[in-house]
């Protein structure tokens, strides 16, 4: 009885599963990205992912982790930073939007199925390598291959050139490399990792491509902007990453003016340190007039901070 009753329970979840297997792709359909990302107004690539612009990207590099964090933080978004990363290029900067893959524990018969999929849709080669043929000048590969260590190298440095012309970026992996001698050989590859091992991907699956995945305490979706300085990486959502970029921006300049009149003696720390009278105001909107040719921020982005100003 008990038998028959488990039998007539596991046949509609057989159907369901087999639903689920029919239907499984490796990407969302267009109209899905579009709704997982409601807040992005700006130009998306043709499966929906959203492009922030190129001007924004170039000018997160001289952006700080805090104070990318700090605007994500007053926005709500309390979960984008993770640490404890192995930097292939100490001291230089990572930024790109992002091209997410979800790797995964293999089971043979959803391998199977995802390769035949995959074959459908005109995909070449080894599943390891098809996020790699997706990417865009300006992406940054991140994909989550669970930690694993021994077997557990998604890329070695053939693959890794193939990212570096595609993408002009290195990768995020919550993961390992192989060959890494030869990454490290390959110019701009700034690469954050959890390690390397000399063994290459084996019992591994491919699950999904520009879809959701976790990185650390981080929920990552395609388009976010990443920015990863020494052993930190964070994730911005696109339809903040201009708002990251322009507070950023008037932080570095308050900070270079600041330090500039400390060194001259012209305020006291404490002055610097606090909330800035009139008279501060008033002179640090003449210093950036007078040094505006020669200031790491865009010159029309200094004028429109300028005509914000009654001074």
């Not at 979960?79 to 995964?104: F, K, S």
């Not at 030869?182 to 879809?211: A, C, D, K, V, W």
Request: charged share 25%; hydrophobic share 35%.
């Amino acid at each position: 009885m008990e038998s028959s009753r488990i039998k007539l329970l596991f046949i509609p979840f057989f159907f369901v599963l087999c639903s689920f297997l029919h239907a499984q792709s490796l990407t969302m359909e267009r109209e899905e990205m579009i709704g997982l990302t409601p807040d992005w107004e700006g130009e998306r690539y043709p499966d929906g992912r959203p492009k922030v612009p190129d001007d924004i990207l170039k000018r997160m590099k001289q952006i700080s982790l805090e104070q990318a964090w700090s605007v994500l933080r007053g926005a709500g978004y309390s979960q984008q930073y993770e640490t404890d990363w192995e930097n292939i290029y100490p001291g230089e900067v990572l930024v790109g939007r992002v091209l997410t893959a979800q790797y995964m524990p293999l089971r043979p018969e959803i391998r199977k199925h995802l390769e035949e999929k995959g074959a459908e849709e005109g995909r070449i080669g080894d599943m390891v390598s098809w996020p790699i043929d997706m990417l865009e000048n300006g992406d940054v590969y991140v994909a989550d291959s669970y930690g694993k260590v021994e077997d557990g190298p998604i890329i070695g440095d053939n693959l890794a050139t193939s990212i570096a012309a595609k993408s002009g970026n290195g990768v995020v992996f919550n993961g390992t490399v192989r060959d890494l001698d030869g990454l490290m050989e390959i110019p701009g590859f700034t690469s954050f990792i959890r390690g390397s091992h000399p063994s290459y991907q084996q019992q591994m699956m491919l699950t999904g491509i520009n879809i959701p995945i976790r990185i650390g305490p981080v929920t990552v979706m395609p388009g976010d902007v990443v920015l990863g300085k020494l052993d930190g990486v964070i994730f911005i959502p696109p339809h903040l990453a201009e708002k990251v970029v322009k507070t950023g921006e008037l932080i570095l300049l308050r900070d270079r003016f600041g330090h500039q009149r400390l060194r001259e003696g012209k305020y006291t720390p404490g002055q610097i340190d606090a909330r800035w009278n009139d008279e501060i105001e008033r002179d640090f909107s003449q210093w950036m007039e007078a040094n505006m040719d020669d200031l790491p921020v865009p010159k029309e982005e200094i004028q429109e901070l300028l005509k914000t100003r009654t001074w």
